[in-house]
């Protein structure tokens, strides 16, 4: 079992930055690839990024690509999303997902196993 908890969203001027945090609890989290989210009002979740168990393969969408950079620290059960040149597109409610397949990379919310609850990000023109 693998719990999570996100913090770091807030308000942003465009072209700021935010870096999210996703606390997690439970054994096998060292052992999960974890990934982020995001679902904007009125959208379905889209993937964001994903990261493996060991940190050494990790994954973008193209709208972040070169602007997001997901990271783990396994010694504190933490996984990270720096988010730079924040654009107001970028708005959504971001979440955390882990994964129990440790070899998989997934990009489909329906390939992870537990979720956070969300955390807010806005980003004003």
């Known amino acids: 079992q693998v719990q999570l908890v996100e913090s770091g969203g807030g308000l942003v001027q465009a072209g700021g930055s935010l870096r999210l945090s996703c606390a997690a609890s439970?054994?096998?989290?060292?052992?999960?690839?974890m990934a982020w989210f995001r679902q904007a009002p009125g959208k379905e979740r889209e993937f964001v990024a994903a990261?493996?168990?060991?940190?050494?393969?990790?994954g973008y969408a193209d709208s972040v690509k070169g602007r997001f950079t997901c990271s783990r620290d396994n010694a504190k059960n933490t996984v990270y999303l720096q988010m730079n040149s924040l654009k107001p597109e970028d708005t959504a409610v971001y979440y955390c997902?882990?994964?129990?397949?440790?070899?998989?990379?997934?990009?489909?919310?329906?390939?992870?196993?537990?979720w956070g609850q969300g955390t807010q990000v806005t980003v004003s023109s």
């Open positions: 997902a882990a994964d129990k397949d440790a070899l998989r990379l997934a990009a489909a919310a329906g390939e992870y196993d537990y």
């Open positions: 990261i493996s168990w060991s940190g050494g393969r990790i």
């Open positions: 439970g054994r096998t989290f060292s052992t999960a690839a």
